[in-house]
């Protein structure tokens, strides 16, 4: 149920790309084309007199909404009519006019309506978003309507985070089961190291040589997460320059299931070496790699979500609803991230394993108070970048 919420978010979230309806006009039939027509030039109105990139309205105006609700109609008919495969670019076209419709007619302060400029030659055109923050208005009738649901995760920390945004039912149970695992089986270190964007250049060779003297002390098989991949990238060249005899692999941007299966397969129970990959992705959790394919984790983000546009009206929206913003946008998701991500160390009752938490922020009172229960965090040196002995 940890996914639960990003997931009802893009469920109830839409977007138009102005470049696809025109290339639908391209193809649609005269009655549609002009239907089309209409809506484009209502669509020119939301970013006619826009001067930056992205911003955000504070309604769907009523035209553009009407006349998106007339074209949707036409097309409607037109595919029941013709008798003919639908030409592929009216039907995608129709298929994201539709959802955008349905979406549209429930906006509220649950959702973000932003406009996006399309930079480009020829005249100005955008992207119209509805992203939906809270989903709790659509997920909570449905928790409310079951005779009985669950929802299960060992990352439900806290309580009143998911409670809100999910729309958990006032009176639900809240079980709260004891690990099966032992803090005796992780070593957790706290490593007071700052990896904030500003200080990502000087944290390199510190934590090149973390890795480098902890695989020396105990060669095996260790994960390490960072929060890019540019800083991936940046931490094991630093590694290969300061320990070249550790072997490492590294997850890249955009890899098919092959390559995903092929970065999984290095981590044999004879194996040796660090796996690079980014937190959040598809090495961060819902992987099996018990015994001694995995012996350690290092985490080195506290896995906050970008800082951009888009997170800072999530986290200013937020702020009114439930008056806890930079936790609810920023401080929560990232350390269910790190919660995950450590996760893999530990699959049976007979696994042993390390973990290292580097970023100085997860000394803060604060955040030591979501990691679970069960870990008996201590506090390492921190590193100085010096070439482990070999």
């Not at 079980?175 to 000087?202: C, N």
Request: a neutral charge.
């Amino acid at each position: 149920a940890h996914n639960l919420l990003d997931r009802a978010r893009g469920m109830y979230s839409a977007s138009l790309d102005q470049r696809r309806l025109a290339a639908g006009k391209a193809v649609a039939p005269p009655a549609i084309a002009k239907g089309l027509q209409t809506l484009n030039r209502e669509w020119n109105r939301l970013h006619k007199e826009q001067q930056v990139d992205y911003q955000v309205q504070a309604e769907l105006p009523a035209a553009f909404l009407t006349a998106l609700q007339r074209v949707v109609g036409l097309l409607t008919e037109h595919f029941g009519e013709s008798g003919q495969p639908p030409a592929p670019e009216l039907q995608t076209l129709f298929f994201d006019l539709l959802q955008f419709m349905r979406l549209g007619e429930t906006f509220g302060d649950h959702s973000l309506f932003d406009v996006t400029l399309l930079r480009g030659r020829g005249k100005a055109q955008s992207q119209l978003n509805l992203r939906n923050l809270v989903p709790a208005p659509f997920v909570g009738p449905r928790l409310a309507a079951a005779h009985s649901c669950t929802l299960f995760s060992a990352t439900l920390i806290p309580q009143h985070f998911h409670r809100d945004l999910l729309g958990v039912p006032a009176g639900s149970a809240w079980v709260d089961v004891a690990s099966p695992f032992a803090a005796e089986q992780l070593e957790v270190r706290l490593v007071r190291l700052s990896t904030r964007y500003a200080d990502r250049t000087a944290s390199r060779a510190p934590i090149a040589a973390l890795i480098a003297s902890r695989y020396r002390q105990r060669p095996g098989n260790y994960l390490a997460f960072f929060s890019s991949f540019d800083y991936l990238d940046q931490v094991a060249e630093a590694l290969a320059e300061l320990a070249p005899d550790v072997p490492q692999w590294r997850q890249s941007r955009g890899m098919d299931e092959a390559a995903r299966q092929a970065f999984l397969d290095r981590f044999q129970a004879d194996g040796r070496g660090i796996g690079f990959a980014v937190l959040g992705g598809s090495f961060g959790e819902g992987i099996d790699l018990p015994g001694d394919r995995l012996i350690g984790a290092f985490v080195a983000t506290l896995g906050l979500p970008q800082l951009n546009p888009v997170n800072e009206q999530l986290r200013q929206r937020l702020q009114r609803r439930f008056g806890d913003g930079y936790r609810y946008a920023y401080l929560y998701p990232g350390l269910q991230k790190v919660i995950q991500a450590a996760g893999r160390v530990i699959r049976t009752v007979q696994d042993r394993g390390c973990l290292y938490l580097i970023d100085d922020r997860f000394t803060q009172p604060e955040v030591r108070a979501l990691l679970p229960t069960w870990w008996q965090v201590e506090e390492g040196a921190v590193p100085t970048g010096e070439p482990a002995p070999a």
